[in-house]
């Protein structure tokens, strides 16, 4: 199976710096608790967490590089995964075109890796560009959206402002399903500021937890 490589960013001295989602990822918001509950509960079914969760992974992997690559004008290379990760991918992928069926979407930048040297990180942002319209800046999520995302998205807001881009009005994430328990869930966020804020403060405490064992 193909799994998505973990990226790593650089400083303009070829120092690696962290990224947005490492740095998010110290801002514990109830994702831990919820995942543990599920993993007791997949447990007394008799199902390995661990292996189910990889195997969604590889699918949501899959689904977002279909939509990545439509944007970007590109086939996918499907070679490494299973026929049943492929067929789930393809449906979390048409979910997406349904979406986008009636918009027009013109993007700026599709998976655009960005860092700040200001603040030492870096990150790659899916989607920037004009959603009917409006300048959006979009992430696109598989296995739900939490609070943390939105964090997420201001930590590539900030970058844009960095780099001198034109701000975006518009913050959007979209929860595309794996499996037909899930729903396609669209939450916009306007409050950019306030998530950078939040974000700039987890970016000190990933520096103070060096060291902390």
């Known amino acids: 199976m193909k799994t998505k490589a973990h990226t790593r960013y650089r400083n303009k001295n070829g120092g ?11 801002l514990d918001d109830g994702k831990s608790n919820a995942l543990a509950n599920k993993a007791n509960e997949l447990g007394l079914q008799d199902i390995v967490s661990s ?13 977002h590089a279909m939509v990545m690559g439509h944007l970007k004008g590109i086939e996918t290379d499907t070679t490494d995964y299973s026929r049943e990760q492929i067929d789930k991918a393809e449906n979390s992928y048409l979910s997406w075109l349904e979406w986008g069926r009636d918009k027009t979407i013109i993007p700026i930048g599709i998976e ?26 979009a992430d696109y999520k598989t296995g739900g959206i939490y609070r943390e995302h939105y964090i997420q998205l201001c930590g590539y807001w900030g970058l844009l402002k960095e780099k001198g881009y034109t701000l975006p009005k518009k913050g959007l994430i979209l929860g595309i399903p794996r499996t037909p328990d899930e ?26 937890l060096k060291g902390v064992k």
Request: net charge negative; with cysteine; glycine share 12%.
């Open 51 to 63: 292996k189910l969760w990889g195997n969604m992974a590889e699918i949501g992997n899959l689904s």
């Open 112 to 137: 655009l890796a960005l860092v700040s040297e200001e603040h030492q990180f870096g990150g790659c942002l899916d989607f920037f560009g004009n959603i009917d319209g409006h300048l959006t800046l």
């Open 183 to 208: 729903k396609f869930q669209e939450v916009y966020y306007t409050e950019f500021e306030r998530g950078w804020q939040i974000f700039l403060h987890l970016r000190e405490v990933y520096d103070l």
């Open 16 to 26: 690696i710096v962290p990224g947005v989602t490492t740095i998010v990822g110290k």
